[in-house]
């Protein structure tokens, strides 16, 4: 039975792990906190993620937790909108809706498809030998009790912006770059009469809001900052006040609802370039290790479910025999199948950042004005932007 190590129990770690045991292997995931997702934040799934999902029979129970409902769309500071659309539009053009839940839930119900023993927290994996047709990758395994190398047939790194593997793989190329922004989330109770999901842009800021289950509400938001910057006192909802506290209601509202030690913040990086490829030896790299995006499309952990899928797909087809002789090649079909397209998707993403990033008077009205004549076009000319996006299939569907 082909084996399996992941490095990095995120999101993507989580269903690359759920993915292979699936298709037969034996899997054994390493993930240096002592819990996963100890912190709430959420995150939208899009169609092309339910869909890669629903190959490991998660898809269903995501679908469930939606709150999603009416319409949404792209606001300006004073409540102003700039283009709407009907999410049970969108829903149809892509046969599946846009789901928005906690990000700990979907780590639960992916956890929850991984064998018993598969999992091992508060374990450090570091990439020693990515091996070859003949020869099995090896990793260096650090835990409370000490160190010692495993070896697998494939080795899986999920293990995020700042990946160690990617480093070791590919030293001194696409390194990221920080993109002048920093990032907020923060989950809190939802208005007593409800609300309507939106993004809104500002000069060089964002704020979205976006409804989640039991009558919660997700908030995200971005704004410039000199890289590794953090609020006065720490109080990064005091931050957010500042910034946001005399925009449209219910933002101001929804601030004052948030547990002010709640709140996460993170800088925004990307990759000017993307890797030559996602992969070398027996080890592949997934999710963030491999393409660094913005948050704008909000696909970064959409992709790395889509990688997941992919990456399973392939390495199954070749993993017959010990070590596995066909590995190396299967990966180099992952890297051909997902490079194209995420590096798109990165890209893609970057430049809705930049436009979002604008902070002069006239660069702004006339970003504006673009934006509400693509809305009165309608609804159906703002969902043909998503198609590139969320029409995407998993291997063996048909298209």
Known sequence: MAHAIVIGGGIGGLTAAAALHAHGWTVR????????????????IGPNALRALDTIGAGDPVRALNAFQGEGGVRRADGRWLSRTSIQTAADRYGDPLVVTLRAVLVDLLADRLPGGALHLNSTAALTDPGGAATPATVTVTTGSGAGEETADLVVAADGIHSPTRTALFPGRSPIRYTGLTAWRAVTRAPAGGFTPAEAWGRGTVFGINPLAGGRAYLYATAPAPEGARAPGGDERAELLRLFGDWYDPVPALLEAV???AVLRNDVHHMPRPLPAFHRGRVALLGDAAHPMTPNLGQGACQAIEDAVVLAHHATQAATGSPGPGVPDALAAYTAARRRRTTRVMRRSRQIGRMTA?????????RDAAVRLAGLLGPTALDRQGDMIFRWRPPGEPA
């Open 29 to 44: 995931l390493h993930e240096r906190a002592a819990s996963l997702e100890p912190v709430g934040s959420g995150l939208a």
């Open 259 to 261: 547990d002010p030690g």
């Open 358 to 366: 604008l902070t002069g008077a006239v660069p702004v009205f006339f």
